[in-house]
């Protein structure tokens, strides 16, 4: 089944301690990207990857980390968590950046106390 | 820069109602735009889409056409569904860089029987 799975998908945590959000895809998808979701805000990109060893930032990248060392995995780093990084997480992956149909993981809720 | 601005929330319709959901856009160039919904729990999916000026993207009884005149992208539907019942996101990628995103901040809809 062709889908896009995040690990774990529910997660809480203090602050300052490192986590680590998996994002996979088994579609062979060059595009893959991270959302988080906030009420009122809707969604907002963070990282986006173009392909293996490419990354950039989107519109609110700060206190995230990514990689793409391969193409079907992108995880999401979160070196010191604080608390305004409570929010839900999307992972989502298309066939090409000018494609713009992205398909979603079903969320990670972070919770950092 | 880019935006997009949708409708406020909750609309609630009784079944088989007519639904619109308001869109509007600001983007420097002509983007896609795109309507995604939620349903509860899940990930986002890919209602539809329109890729250039006066398209109209269609599925599952929803439409929207792309109105370059006065930037906007809304959302139809004849005859709504219980099943229907979930947030809807208009989006929009940027025409100059088709990695990046920009996201309203949902609409939810609740369909009674």
């Known amino acids: 089944e062709a889908q896009v799975t995040q690990n774990p998908r529910y997660l809480i945590t203090v602050t300052g301690k490192k986590l680590t959000v998996t994002c996979s895809q088994n579609?062979?998808?060059?595009?893959m990207s991270w959302y988080r979701q906030d009420p009122g805000l809707g969604l907002r990109q963070i990282y986006y990857s173009m392909n293996v060893e490419v990354t950039d930032k989107g519109d609110v990248p700060e206190g995230y980390k990514v990689s793409r060392k391969e193409k079907r995995n992108f995880p999401l780093i979160l070196e010191s968590p604080s608390p305004n990084q409570t929010s839900l997480y999307f992972c989502a992956s298309s066939l090409r950046e000018s494609d713009g149909t992205q398909y979603f993981g079903p969320g990670t809720r972070l919770l950092v106390l | 820069g880019n935006s997009v601005t949708q409708m406020e929330g909750p609309v609630t319709l009784s079944e088989e109602a007519f639904l619109t959901i308001n869109c509007t856009y600001t983007?420097?160039?002509?983007?896609?735009l795109f309507w995604y919904v939620q349903y509860p729990g899940e990930g986002l999916q890919l209602l539809l889409k329109?890729?250039?000026?006066?398209d109209k993207g269609s599925n599952k009884g929803f439409e929207a056409t792309y109105r370059k005149e006065t930037t906007s992208f809304h959302l139809e539907k004849g005859s709504v569904q219980v099943s229907d019942s979930a947030v809807y996101f208009c989006?929009?990628?940027?025409?100059?860089?088709?990695?990046?995103?920009?996201f309203g901040s949902g609409t939810k809809l609740n369909v009674k029987p």
């Open positions: 579609m062979n998808h060059e595009y």
């Open positions: 989006a929009l990628s940027d025409r100059y860089n088709f990695n990046k995103f920009y």
């Open positions: 329109a890729t250039k000026a006066d």
């Open positions: 983007a420097t160039g002509y983007p896609s």
